[in-house]
């Protein structure tokens, strides 16, 4: 036993603790618990009444199981009941058991608002205290609408205790940040502001808190903040270490509060000339106190006052105004570069980052190379070696590319797995931005496959295609560089795949040199071909067809290969389709024909004549921030990658096998926006009513459709915004991310995105979401959270509006968001024996929907398959008699109810139709699975 | 001749990706998502969650975690980045203090965040250890309560949390019947 009980301790809480920690096994931890659970169920359940003291030991107990990991179903009420105790301790401990396993259970909800709307008005300041805690502490929908009028009066009335203040703002601070619709703005906003001359520091401490939070969304009401925000800073920095008292931390007067103030300046541009200077007198003090020696040995001295440096360091950074504080920030953060600390070199490379991409002081940045380059060598943590290489990507110009470029390189044959990837992509894009000289550009890029093979993606591969395509002169020196490169014994296949494509098109640019002539370089590319994949294999069969045309030589070496059995007859439907008709077309076309249908690719469109538009654009509206996410987009949206293939009519008509395999790549592509002029819905630029709502923009129907059987990819684009989603569900819940990137290079204001629920729509799905910033820079990037729950099946889907000004002028987006009942999909494996049982079972008429629908898309097995399962349902192979027919079962979970669904597909290819039939419990649920998924094939 | 196809028609989409860290705006939203207690041997102490998250996510953040901190050596630094978040830790004797804040936030000033805290600790159980934070888990979570509110810092002086908790404890009534009916009940 500890000798440590303060307070109350409770004996037998003390002895239960002390039993689990001697239990030898999990098995007898088990025990003692459902011992336990048994004894406290019984003391709950029994008929002698408890008194308090018991509750709050019991339900102490069941909070210690639960944090141990148990679940806990029981004991809720007893807490609730505490809640009314006059007791502080039993009332405390009821508190605390209700804020960390607080149940959805709406009637337990209202019990428990009553206790707190009690304690709020018992002007007991540790009661009020523990109510607010509360509120923050569960923070949900119900609480906010409950509470939400009234905090901001405790907060601002005169008779409230500083402690309660402190407590209020904060509490108000996390309901507005989960639910910004339910707290409106008021008289109490000025009030608030005016707390940041308070007396009391602690008050002070909270209401920044709050008022930055607020200002983020609302900067004109919060506008006088600033001004009070500078003075009381530039009080305490000008304070003696000891003048707040309490407040000064390791001889660090008030760090935590001057870290809120800087953070509440970053809402806001650059102050008033008159405000402004006595800003700067504070950066400047701020920046001269790091070079004083250090008031104490301790590193919470240093890390104090370095907390309070790096904001104000990100507070210029943010202005990017005063070329003096920019440059002299940076030579302190040079300074960290080489200090003892890991922690702050680590920051001063992620700090320099932001410093790289002011024009006044890249330059000062980049004297610093050659310690961030040792950085890159020599730190052992890899968390600051990936902040070095973030750092040299970011300090990269034309003047310092080759050497940036090879510095990364060198250390991506040694980097840690994790981090390859990205480096790759860095290095590419470095590579391309700043080639004067094409032929680095293809040496870099070689260089990487051979390095990092495996971490080139699709992207960094047919860039430089398309560079070698659309320039001349580096044709021929491409041709040479990959042939010499395939003469490795073994090279990775992306450089096949490269090597393939640049040998098709400019291969006879170093066909003269009778050591690399048209018959070496097939024997070359053939002797890879078997170690390749599929759709390797298909590029190279596309290269020889290729091969056929540039060098009539080599025609029967190759009819002979397509010939072969191993081509004609391959498994491989892709495969044996390209052999049958390349051998085809090299048979029966004159070489007219030939030299016509396999001319050299045209100039892909210029897109990056002007580097700094286009990297303007490209930092933005990036939809996808997970690398293996874009790698998936990536493979599903693209058709079979850079292929010479002919443009044959009937190799038109077989989906390629890499071809999206959920067959989305066969809708129509995301809208791109009218132009300006043609005054569409889409950009309603003449509109001035900032509070309609768009109709909905035009092909938000077909892109909602395409998210029926996928989550992620891009929902929405016009010249200004993309709109990009990532989402996941699990049972009732799932979790939508929405990228909202802005193209121009101009801000957006006033960014508003809403969720619109139709009514009966609101009843059954729920959705909740913080805002956003209401400004978007140009070329930025902002994210939102939806969080789901499907209470109950729905047929409606929510609206996304999307607000803002650009430019001088309004802009009103509306696009249908896929949130659909499929999503809540969990799929179920089920013997032939258990579906037709269950089928059976569902006979009733309602249960049932069919649909006979034509089909839209090409009636191929295994995209329909992929289709069922990426629908949400299992795919059930040999229950059907009939093996054409697909079969599918799952469970959609709604937060009332779980629903069971059956579904059974039935092709007919002669007709070109489909016949899909649902079968669940619930007559709602089969019809709208069947309108949704009728619409996929 | 051919169309131009499959090459690079959005190829930019991931480039895109690479740029947003260096030189993305800093967004002043500031949070803490989770603070936990963990031990040496990856025994949960404390878990204090600001944002709503699913019993079910949480054990397996907890899970995941613990395993990547447990991970680092010393020397190491403090942050790093995991998810979509930062965390920030230390190691105080047998346990781990670990904080997850947003991209944004102030490292250095969440790092004293939670020396401040360990110092309440300290203050209040007189020389704290692991022992003390498990037989008095309640109070451990009380403190941070005083100490936090919704992840923000609620008053960093020492003597305000501290005061604040005494009159708690004042306020409880000795229970002198409280040895007798445990043994009783044992």
């Known amino acids: 036993m500890p000798a440590v009980s303060k307070g109350d301790g409770m004996r037998g809480l003390a002895v239960f603790i002390s039993d689990i920690r001697n239990c030898k096994s999990k098995e007898a931890e088990i025990k003692r618990i459902n011992k336990e659970l048994a004894n406290i169920r019984s003391k709950f359940k029994g008929d002698k009444a408890l008194d308090g003291y018991s509750k709050k030991k019991y339900v102490c107990k069941l909070l210690f199981i639960f944090l141990l990991g148990h679940d806990i179903d029981f004991g809720h009420m007893e807490a609730v009941n505490l809640l009314s105790s006059n007791r502080y301790t039993e009332k405390q401990i009821g508190y605390l058991f209700i804020s960390v396993l607080v149940n959805s259970n709406s009637e337990l909800i209202r019990l428990i608002n009553n206790a707190?709307?009690?304690?709020?008005?018992?002007?007991?300041?540790?009661?009020?205290?523990?109510?607010?805690?509360?509120?923050?502490?569960?923070?949900?929908?119900?609480?906010?609408?409950?509470?939400?009028?009234?905090?901001?009066?405790?907060?601002?009335?005169?008779?409230?205790?500083?402690?309660?203040?402190?407590?209020?703002?904060?509490?108000?601070?996390?309901?507005?940040?989960?639910?910004p619709d339910l707290v409106p703005m008021g008289d109490w906003t000025s009030r608030v502001v005016h707390l940041l001359n308070d007396q009391h520091?602690?008050?002070?401490?909270?209401?920044?808190?709050?008022?930055?939070?607020?200002?983020?969304?609302?900067?004109?009401?919060?506008?006088?903040?600033?001004?009070?925000?500078?003075?009381?800073?530039?009080?305490?920095?000008?304070?003696?270490?000891?003048?707040?008292?309490?407040?000064?931390?390791?001889?660090?007067?008030a760090p935590w509060l001057s870290v809120k103030l800087l953070r509440l300046l970053q809402c806001y541009p650059p102050p008033d000339p008159a405000v402004r200077g006595r800003l700067t007198e504070c950066l400047e003090t701020i920046l001269n106190k790091a070079q004083e020696p250090p008031k104490s040995k301790k590193v919470q001295h240093s890390n104090a006052k370095n907390a309070v440096l790096f904001e104000a360091i990100s507070l210029i950074i943010h202005h990017d105004s005063e070329p003096n504080l920019l440059v002299r920030a940076c030579n302190q953060l040079g300074q960290f570069l080489q200090h003892r600390e890991t922690n702050l070199r680590y920051l001063a490379l992620e700090s320099m980052c932001t410093l790289a991409s002011s024009e006044f002081?890249?330059?000062?940045?980049?004297?610093?190379?050659?310690?961030?380059?040792?950085?890159?060598?020599?730190?052992?943590?890899?968390?600051?070696?990936?902040?070095?290489?973030?750092?040299?990507?970011?300090?990269?110009?034309?003047?310092?590319?080759?050497?940036?470029?090879?510095?990364?390189?060198?250390?991506?044959?040694?980097?840690?797995?994790?981090?390859?990837?990205?480096?790759?992509?860095k290095v590419a894009i470095l590579a391309e931005k700043y080639a004067v000289d094409y032929t680095w550009y293809v040496d870099t890029i070689l260089n990487l496959i051979r390095i990092a093979g495996d971490y080139v993606s699709e992207e960094v591969w047919y860039r430089v295609i398309q560079i070698v395509i659309?320039?001349?002169?580096?044709?021929?020196?491409?041709?040479?560089?990959?042939?010499?490169?395939?003469?490795?014994?073994?090279?990775?296949?992306?450089?096949?795949?490269?090597?393939?494509?640049?040998?098709?098109?400019?291969?006879?640019?170093?066909?003269?040199?009778?050591?690399?002539?048209?018959?070496?370089?097939?024997?070359?590319?053939?002797?890879?071909?078997?170690?390749?994949?599929?759709?390797?294999?298909?590029?190279?069969?596309?290269?020889?067809?290729?091969?056929?045309?540039?060098?009539?030589?080599?025609?029967?070496?190759?009819?002979d290969v397509l010939r072969s059995d191993s081509q004609l007859k391959n498994a491989d439907v892709e495969l044996q389709q390209r052999a049958v008709e390349y051998l085809r077309l090299s048979t029966v076309a004159s070489t007219d024909i030939l030299a016509t249908v396999l001319e050299e690719m045209p100039p892909f469109p210029e897109r990056e004549s002007s580097i700094l538009a286009k990297l303007k654009k490209k930092k933005g509206p990036s939809t996808v921030t997970d690398l293996e996410e874009a790698k998936r987009e990536r493979s599903a949206d693209v058709n079979g990658g850079p292929e010479p293939a002919p443009a044959s009519a009937s190799a038109a008509s077989t989906p390629s096998p890499s071809a999206d395999l959920l067959g989305l790549g066969a809708a129509p592509p995301a809208p791109t926006g009218p132009p300006p002029s043609a005054g569409g819905l889409l950009v309603d630029v003449f509109s001035d009513s900032a509070s309609a709502v768009a109709p909905l923009a035009p092909g938000s129907e077909d892109n909602f459709a395409r998210f029926v059987c996928k989550n992620n990819g891009v929902l929405f684009e016009n010249q200004l915004l993309q709109i990009g989603l990532k989402s996941e569900f699990r049972q009732n819940l799932g979790r939508m991310f929405i990228f909202y990137g802005n193209k121009t290079s101009t801000q957006f204001l006033n960014f508003t995105p809403t969720l619109i629920c139709a009514d009966d729509l609101q009843a059954n799905l729920n959705l909740q979401t913080k805002p956003v910033d209401p400004t978007v820079d140009g070329g930025a990037q902002v994210q939102q959270v939806v969080n789901i729950e499907c209470v109950s099946d729905f047929t409606e889907a929510p609206v996304l509006n999307i607000q803002f000004r650009y430019g001088g002028t309004f802009q009103n987006v509306s696009v249908k968001l896929p949130i659909t009942l499929n999503k809540f999909f969990q799929p179920t494996e089920m013997a032939s024996q258990d579906f037709f049982q269950r089928w059976k079972q569902l006979s009733n008429p309602q249960q049932e929907v069919q649909n006979i629908f034509k089909a839209k898309h090409p009636m191929d097995t295994e995209i329909t398959k992929a289709k069922i399962i990426g629908f949400g349902s299992a795919l059930l192979e040999?229950?059907?008699?009939n093996p054409a027919n697909f079969v599918g079962a799952g469970i959609i979970h709604t937060k009332t109810t779980q629903i069971g669904c059956l579904l059974r597909l039935e092709p007919n290819l002669q007709a070109q139709m489909y016949r899909l039939t649902l079968r669940t419990s619930k007559d709602t649920v089969s019809q709208r699975l069947c309108d949704l998924l009728s619409e996929q094939f | 001749?051919?169309?131009?196809?499959?090459?690079?028609?959005?190829?930019?989409?991931?480039?895109?990706?690479?740029?947003?860290?260096?030189?993305?705006?800093?967004?002043?939203?500031?949070?803490?998502?989770?603070?936990?207690?963990?031990?040496?041997?990856?025994?949960?102490?404390?878990?204090?969650?600001?944002?709503?998250?699913?019993?079910?996510?949480?054990?397996?953040?907890?899970?995941?975690?613990?395993q990547v901190v447990l991970a680092r050596k010393p020397k190491m630094c403090s942050f790093l980045e995991w998810r979509d978040l930062k965390v920030v830790y230390k190691r105080y004797a047998s346990l781990y203090f670990c904080c997850a804040i947003e991209g944004q936030d102030n490292e250095l000033i969440t790092l004293e965040l939670i020396h401040?805290?360990?110092?309440?600790?300290?203050?209040?159980?007189?020389?704290?250890?692991?022992?003390?934070?498990?037989?008095?888990?309640?109070?451990?979570?009380?403190?941070?309560?005083?100490?936090?509110?919704?992840?923000?810092?609620?008053?960093?002086?020492?003597?305000?949390?501290?005061?604040a908790i005494e009159q708690a404890d004042l306020l409880q009534e000795v229970r002198a019947r409280d040895d007798e009916e445990e043994e009783q009940e044992e």
């Not at chain 2, 037989?135 to 005083?146: H, P, Q």
Request: glycine share 6%; aromatic share 8%; proline share 3%.
């Open chain 1, 116 to 179: 707190i709307k009690n304690d709020l008005a018992s002007r007991n300041p540790t009661f009020m205290g523990l109510a607010l805690h509360c509120i923050a502490n569960v923070g949900s929908r119900e609480m906010a609408e409950a509470f939400a009028g009234e905090i901001p009066k405790i907060l601002v009335a005169g008779d409230t205790m500083d402690s309660v203040k402190q407590s209020a703002a904060l509490c108000l601070l996390r309901l507005y940040r989960a639910s």
């Open chain 1, 878 to 881: 040999e229950v059907d008699p």
């Open chain 2, 1 to 66: 001749g051919l169309g131009g196809q499959g090459v690079g028609e959005d190829s930019f989409r991931v480039w895109e990706r690479t740029f947003c860290r260096g030189s993305r705006p800093r967004s002043p939203r500031v949070r803490m998502r989770f603070m936990l207690l963990f031990s040496r041997q990856g025994k949960l102490r404390l878990q204090k969650w600001y944002l709503a998250t699913s019993d079910k996510e949480r054990k397996k953040m907890v899970r995941e975690l613990m």
């Open chain 1, 201 to 253: 520091l602690g008050v002070v401490t909270a209401a920044t808190s709050l008022i930055t939070t607020l200002a983020q969304k609302n900067p004109e009401e919060f506008k006088t903040s600033v001004s009070l925000a500078v003075s009381r800073l530039s009080r305490i920095v000008t304070s003696a270490s000891t003048d707040l008292q309490d407040y000064t931390y390791y001889f660090v007067p």
């Open chain 1, 361 to 425: 002081s890249h330059e000062a940045v980049k004297t610093h190379i050659d310690t961030v380059i040792n950085a890159l060598k020599t730190e052992r943590d890899v968390s600051v070696r990936q902040r070095a290489v973030d750092l040299l990507y970011a300090m990269c110009d034309r003047s310092n590319a080759q050497q940036i470029v090879a510095e990364m390189l060198s250390y991506l044959e040694t980097a840690d797995y994790s981090i390859r990837e990205e480096i790759v992509l």
């Open chain 1, 470 to 559: 659309n320039r001349d002169d580096v044709q021929g020196y491409a041709a040479k560089t990959v042939f010499e490169a395939l003469q490795a014994p073994a090279c990775h296949e992306n450089l096949v795949k490269v090597g393939g494509y640049i040998l098709g098109e400019f291969g006879n640019l170093i066909a003269g040199d009778p050591r690399s002539s048209p018959l070496i370089q097939f024997n070359l590319l053939h002797s890879k071909f078997h170690l390749c994949s599929v759709p390797t294999r298909a590029l190279l069969l596309s290269t020889y067809i290729k091969f056929v045309n540039l060098f009539p030589e080599v025609k029967t070496t190759i009819q």
């Open chain 2, 116 to 163: 401040r805290y360990v110092e309440l600790l300290d203050k209040y159980f007189g020389s704290v250890c692991e022992l003390d934070i498990i037989f008095n888990f309640e109070k451990a979570y009380f403190i941070l309560d005083e100490f936090l509110m919704g992840g923000d810092v609620q008053d960093t002086s020492k003597k305000s949390v501290l005061k």
